[in-house]
């Protein structure tokens, strides 16, 4: 993705550089599939926990093309599995996303343990954000 200008980057994390809710949707089979996740923005993709062995993952495998929405947002990206969770090249995201969830990461849903928690990372290629009046094209 190409550099957001410096007022889009400060809307986009003032947004959703937190624990917020986005939906996330996939195709397989010409069928799209949409579910709503936690997200994480940071420096152009979106950041979510989730089962490498989900729907989503196994869709984003075949076919990394994706699209979200949020709060005043539509976008495309492509989705990118980081590995696992717990790897040491993970580390610096997973704090991060340890404190970005803290309200709710260790309620018992998610496995650590399990190699098959992994990052998933949607790196943005283009969206529409509306901003206080200001329309930016990402």
Request: cysteine-free; charged content about 25%; hydrophobic content about 40%.
């Amino acid at each position: 993705m190409k550099k957001l200008n410096p007022d889009a980057e400060k809307a986009m994390t003032e947004r959703f550089g937190k624990d917020t809710v986005i939906a996330l949707a996939t195709v397989e089979n010409g069928i799209p599939y949409v579910r709503n996740v936690n997200a994480y923005y940071e420096d152009g993709a979106f950041y979510v926990i989730t089962y490498a062995l989900s729907n989503k993952m196994k869709q984003l495998e075949k076919n990394p093309v994706a699209a979200i929405s949020g709060e005043w947002f539509t976008a495309h990206g492509n989705g990118v599995s980081l590995g696992y969770f717990g790897k040491k090249e993970n580390a610096v995201m997973a704090e991060k996303l340890r404190q970005v969830f803290a309200e709710w990461i260790d309620n018992g849903h998610t496995n650590f343990a399990d190699e098959n928690t992994v990052i998933l990372r949607i790196e943005l290629t283009d969206g529409l954000l509306l901003y206080y009046g200001t329309d930016y094209v990402i």
